[in-house]
């Protein structure tokens, strides 16, 4: 059986918020103050040939094939991020996914490499490629053992759900299993080198707020998660 794009989501109005604000002030366009981009790991996973590249990138992007060997990389290299750009004529308000068709074919292929079924896993995450490209689908993968069957589910759960808020989870809950933790291209983060961080690093665990550590009298700072 042939996977349906459906989902079910949160219908958004001209009074909501625009969840598309976090990452442009205008418009994804190249004169509409962005604040942030597509970044160059997840970019070049993409395929032109995929849906979502035209649905995670912006029709205005300017894609510099020989980008790491620039000189000028924040300049000859601009992915704008093209999630929710608006709908029904209103500039970047759209309908929120809370969940789709696609997930339920995650969590499968999750229970199906748990089993060690490693060949059932690879078709079922191969039924998500299917329903996403229009051509030269990838042929079908074969792991041979469970690591590289996460990372592979861990990279399409990339692509299927970015700007999503979902990344940060997923790392934290699947990169020791996949071998995978942040993997930043290299020129995004030129300015600081910090482009990874271990998976047992203090800060995929995210503090206690002061204020519930100060109104709860079971609880002092001492308490504190470790490394704050």
Known sequence: ???????????RTT????????????????????????????????????????????????????YFASNNYLESDILLINKYPGSEGLNRLNDLKIFRVSEMYFIKAEAQ???????????????????????????????????????????ERRIELAF???????????GPKANVTVDRDPKDCDFSGICSIPNNDYRFILPIPATEIQANDELSQDDQNPGY
């Open 1 to 11: 059986m042939k996977l349906q794009v459906k989902s079910f989501k949160l219908e």
């Open 15 to 66: 009074n909501d918020g625009r969840i598309a604000s976090l990452w442009q002030s205008v418009s994804n366009r190249i004169d509409g103050s962005s604040f942030y981009e597509v970044g160059r790991a997840l970019f070049n996973l993409l395929d032109e040939n995929d849906v979502r590249y035209d649905v995670l990138i912006g029709d205005e992007s300017i894609v510099d094939p020989t």
């Open 113 to 155: 490499i748990n089993n060690e079924n490693l060949s059932e896993a690879a078709s079922t995450i191969q039924e998500i490629r299917e329903a996403r490209y229009t051509s030269n689908t990838p042929s079908l993968p074969s792991y041979s053992n469970s690591t590289e069957a996460w990372a592979d589910l861990l990279e």
């Open 164 to 174: 999503e808020g979902h990344r940060y989870i997923d790392l934290r809950r699947i």
